[in-house]
């Protein structure tokens, strides 16, 4: 049987068939003990995908897919999601896929064409989890943890001008951490980063949507495990997509996408040389 893998530059994230989809990611688990899940699954051949370091045990064949890796993975990653959102009965013709692992990344998907935006955006989760241990946390989980707890600390138009509570130009970020201070709380810093992020991708969003070469779409979904983490950030976006006219989705499992997609394409190709 067969497994698809995504080996990250921060998490690696598995994903494969049994009698249901299995999931699991080393956020939670150790390298080894996913290993140990496939071995209990039967699993022998692992098709692996990502920008980390391919290894595995002996005990399983690794294959890997040929082509320019980043447009490879590109693939994968929006197959996956399109499985995803087929599996929880969303039906959109087409969407921004939003990508928001150690980095960000924005793709136009539809039923005939995949195409990446040239341009991310290092405002991700790398930029995230990166400044937490700057401010001493000890892993990801808790920086969501205190995150969830927090309040903003930018200050939007509304704080200057009272007036424009409750209008589009009210919630408009006048400076992302311009009301911290010295002695803030750790997390009213880690949500303020959180709303960073969501922001640096509105405006990503509207960048694009100014480029004419590129197709427009409503629909915007997000895909990472920071997103699946912290419900503060679906918020953000969800919040912030609406005010710009985007209608925002978060397929439930969107961080094994990569995953998903490998085992999708892994499946077709080992029985594809079987025949």
């Known amino acids: 049987m067969i497994a698809g893998i995504d080996f ?11 009698d249901k989809l299995n999931y699991a990611s080393t956020a939670d688990k150790s390298l ?9 699954d039967d699993i022998t051949k692992i098709y692996a995908t990502g920008i980390g370091k391919h290894e595995v045990t002996k005990d399983f064949k690794l294959f ?12 994968l990653q929006a197959e996956g999601t399109k499985k995803l959102l087929k599996l929880q009965n969303t039906n959109i013709e087409d969407f921004l896929l939003v990508s928001i692992g150690t980095g960000i990344s924005y793709t136009y998907v539809n039923k005939d064409k995949i195409e990446r935006f040239p341009i991310g955006n290092s405002i991700g989760g790398g930029f ?3 400044l937490g241990k700057f401010f001493g946390a000890k892993n990801f989980k808790e920086m969501i943890d205190l995150a969830e707890k927090g309040t903003s600390l930018d200050l939007l138009v509304k704080d200057k001008l009272p007036e424009k509570e409750g209008t589009f130009q009210g919630e408009l970020v006048i400076a992302n951490f311009g009301k911290a201070e010295s002695n803030s709380k750790k997390e009213d810093i880690y949500s303020t ?19 004419d070469k590129f197709q427009k779409t409503p629909n915007v979904v997000y895909i990472g495990s920071i997103v699946s983490s912290s419900l503060k950030l679906r918020e953000h976006l969800e919040k912030y997509s609406g005010l710009i006219g985007k209608k925002a989705y ?20 080992y029985f594809e040389d079987t025949k």
């Open 32 to 40: 080894e003990e996913i290993f140990e899940l496939l071995r209990k």
């Open 8 to 18: 990250g530059s921060t998490l690696t994230k598995a994903a494969w068939k049994t």
């Open 193 to 211: 980063l959180l709303s960073t992020i969501a922001i640096t991708i509105t405006r990503d969003v509207l960048i694009r949507e100014m480029t």
């Open 64 to 75: 890997t897919f040929g082509g320019d890796q980043i447009e490879t993975e590109v693939e």
């Open 128 to 130: 995230f989890y990166g």
């Open 250 to 269: 978060f397929p439930e499992k969107g961080e094994f996408a990569l995953a998903l997609g490998a085992h999708l394409r892994g499946f077709e190709e």
